[in-house]
T-cell receptor, first 116, second 112 residues
Framework: GAVVSQHPSWVICKSGTSVKIECRSLDFQATTMFWYRQFPKQSLMLMAT?????????EQGVEKDKFLINHASLTLSTLTVTSAHPEDSSFYIC????????????FGSGTRLTVV | DAKTTQPPSMDCAEGRAANLPCNHS???????VYWYRQIHSQGPQYIIHGLKNNETNEMASLIITEDRKSSTLILPHATLRDTAVYYC?????????????FGGGTRLMVKP
């Protein structure tokens, strides 16, 4: 089945530094990937849609200059949290769906970001 | 996409069937019903989806009412590993360009 690999699974960084999270589709090509954020005891909130070869589309209230998204190939999208602050600490999850497959989206295992 | 309503939490005894309801009274004719679950600190996992007919796979069964305004996810023999948050989502197409919008879900606790 379709597999989405997300790395790292957890990361701790200092305030003011940047962190990059990778999302790879291992056995399919994904022209579109989605990035979600989840705070404790809350549901997933869509942050942005990553489009291969073009600019990402950000949801209202999500700063595009803070959450940089790059989708340079059909199997890799990256999310970089720039100048991280403690309030950016969250669970970040990516998702994609194989073309032409009649089942749902596949999600990565998530990245737990802690900013200290 | 249509909004869904789910109970915030449910308990189920291990080995018994878990029946998770979902109301989607504003669903339109071309919207599918999807179910996902999220085990603590993991990404969501696809369970099942359907349009009109009842569906069954190795994980669960999906029962959709005739008017399609509600559905029930059935885990026939719940185990402790089925403890998770279950999300019911409706969306209009399976077009790859459309994202999934998550509501609050139902926190299912399977107890020994």
């Amino acid at each position: 089945g379709a597999v989405v690999s997300q790395h790292p699974s957890w990361v701790i960084c200092k305030s003011g530094t940047s962190v990059k999270i990778e999302c790879r589709s291992l056995d399919f090509q994904a022209t579109t990937m989605f990035w979600y954020r989840q705070f404790p005891k809350q549901s997933l909130m869509l942050m942005a849609t990553s489009n291969e070869g073009s600019k990402a589309t950000y949801e209202q209230g999500v700063e595009k200059d803070k959450f940089l998204i790059n989708h340079a190939s059909l199997t890799l999208s990256t999310l970089t949290v720039t100048s991280a602050h403690p309030e950016d600490s969250s669970f970040y999850i990516c998702s994609a769906r194989p073309q032409g497959v009649n089942y749902g989206y596949t999600f990565g295992s998530g990245t737990r970001l802690t900013v200290v | 996409d249509a909004k869904t309503t789910q109970p915030p939490s449910m308990d189920c005894a291990e080995g018994r069937a878990a029946n998770l309801p979902c109301n989607h009274s504003t669903i339109s004719g071309n919207e599918y019903v999807y179910w996902y679950r999220q085990i603590h600190s993991q990404g969501p996992q696809y369970i099942i989806h359907g349009l009109k007919n009842n569906e069954t796979n190795e994980m669960a069964s999906l029962i959709i009412t005739e008017d399609r305004k509600s559905s029930t996810l059935i885990l026939p023999h719940a185990t402790l590993r089925d403890t998770a948050v279950y999300y019911c989502i409706v969306r209009d197409t399976i077009n790859a360009g459309n994202m999934l919008t998550f509501g609050g879900g139902t926190r299912l606790m399977v107890k020994p």
